[in-house]
């Protein structure tokens, strides 16, 4: 490297650039620069994700041992599989949760039944704590008076239902305000667990044009994908809205839970960061995203998919909050009905776009939407039925 020369001149003499001279010192070029190199340079840098990583790995380095192509599938799907169940399972044990005892529920408006925190519901009242309800009860004895003692409290007989009306009423403007960036937040997070799917699936497709890309790869990238957008994402967002009916909408808890709730998002992020070895991720993160070129469209899809997001996510937290009284006996059923709202429009969206707006494939698209709403609310009362007889199967066998 050629040593700078450094000379002192006066402020009238003629100044030359010593290194302006030096033709193996390379100058940034002035003026504008082309749109499209410039666009799909930004394009290009995205942040490198696991998923990425195992495409790569996969189906663009050649020379990759199946020890580690396999490998990092399976961590893939493993990672997928943990983030729903986790997520699935917080929106659901917020709600009901294991417990020995009555004073396990801590939560107003429930009590322990069988080993399962259960809402206290009117029904309730009329079958086991009236003078004449022993013959309508399915408690008996300690369990009758300990679930009538929990429901009961200053006010008389309190169902959940109406806790939670007390909580959501309870809330001041600066409470609404901090669930408002919450929520923000929150469909930042996902808008970027969206993005990265969105970048997998260019991806393969920039793959597809260059080869034959094997079928169970296919499978198994948009099924982690298709996971993901309806299993995840809704669960995130149900979860947010159950922690407000459950533990209130205090500055303080909405602030608390919200980061409890986004550390699901980033288990793949910090699988790639520290999970993989140090060579294997610098590979990574230099060859990733050489090949892929996302076009004109895909930006805008993306953009169109982070309007989605910023607007739809907030909504859906906001709808199931304020929708407590749309069933009588479940203050959840709104949150549980606009939980995957987001998630079907986006992929509306995304199938529209790419069809170039046909009406075949709105309908195909529509009739999606219902298949996945209906998957999502499937996959939630799975996790409940396997919390239930889990807890109830334990607690059977204790009295045996």
Not at 104 to 116: K, L
Not at 321 to 332: F, L
Request: aromatic share 10%; glycine share 8%; net charge negative.
């Amino acid at each position: 490297m050629a040593a700078r020369n450094v000379s002192k001149v006066s402020p009238g003499d003629d100044a030359t650039d010593v290194e302006a001279d030096d033709p193996k010192v390379e100058t940034a070029p002035l003026g504008m620069m082309p749109h499209a190199p410039t666009l799909h340079h930004l394009a290009t840098r995205e942040p490198t994700s696991f998923h990425q990583t195992t495409i790569y790995y996969g189906l663009v380095r050649p020379d990759t041992p199946p020890r580690r192509k396999y490998g990092l599938l399976a961590a893939s799907i493993g990672i997928v599989f943990l983030q729903c169940f986790v997520a699935t399972g917080l929106s659901t044990g917020i709600y009901y949760f294991t417990c020995t005892e009555h004073s396990d529920c801590t939560s107003r408006g429930t009590f322990c039944d069988s080993g399962i925190c259960d809402w206290c519901y009117a029904r309730h009242e009329s079958a086991c704590c009236t003078t004449n309800s022993t013959d309508t009860c399915w408690l008996d004895g300690m369990d009758r008076e300990g679930m009538c003692a929990a429901c009961t409290g200053s006010k008389g007989w309190e169902t959940f239902q109406d806790v939670v009306g007390d909580r959501v009423n309870s809330m001041l403007l600066l409470d609404w305000v901090t669930l408002f960036l919450a929520s923000l937040v929150v469909s930042f997070a996902l808008f970027a667990e969206i993005r990265d799917c969105m970048l997998c699936e260019i991806a393969l497709r920039e793959i597809s044009k260059r080869r034959e890309v094997p079928r169970g790869w296919r499978y198994a990238i948009r099924g982690l994908n298709f996971a993901r957008y309806f299993l995840l994402l809704p669960s995130i967002v149900m979860s947010v809205v159950a922690l407000v009916h459950n533990d209130g909408g205090a500055v303080k808890h909405v602030c608390l839970n919200t980061v409890a709730v986004l550390f699901l998002l980033e288990i793949d992020n910090m699988a790639f960061s520290h999970g993989l070895g140090e060579r294997t991720r610098m590979e990574a993160e230099e060859h990733v995203h050489s090949g892929a070129r996302v076009t004109e469209d895909d930006l805008q899809t993306m953009g169109l998919v982070k309007l989605i997001c910023v607007v739809l996510i907030p909504c859906a937290i906001f709808g199931g909050v304020c929708g407590y009284g749309m069933n009588a006996s479940d203050p959840d059923s709104c949150g549980i009905l606009l939980a995957p709202l987001p998630a079907i429009v986006v992929v509306f969206v995304q199938r529209m776009k790419s069809s170039g707006l046909k009406l075949k494939e709105a309908c195909c698209g529509i009739g999606w939407g219902f298949a996945e709403w209906f998957l999502y609310i499937v996959w939630a009362h799975l996790l409940y039925i396997l919390l239930f007889f889990q807890a109830h199967g334990e607690r059977m066998f204790d009295d045996d």
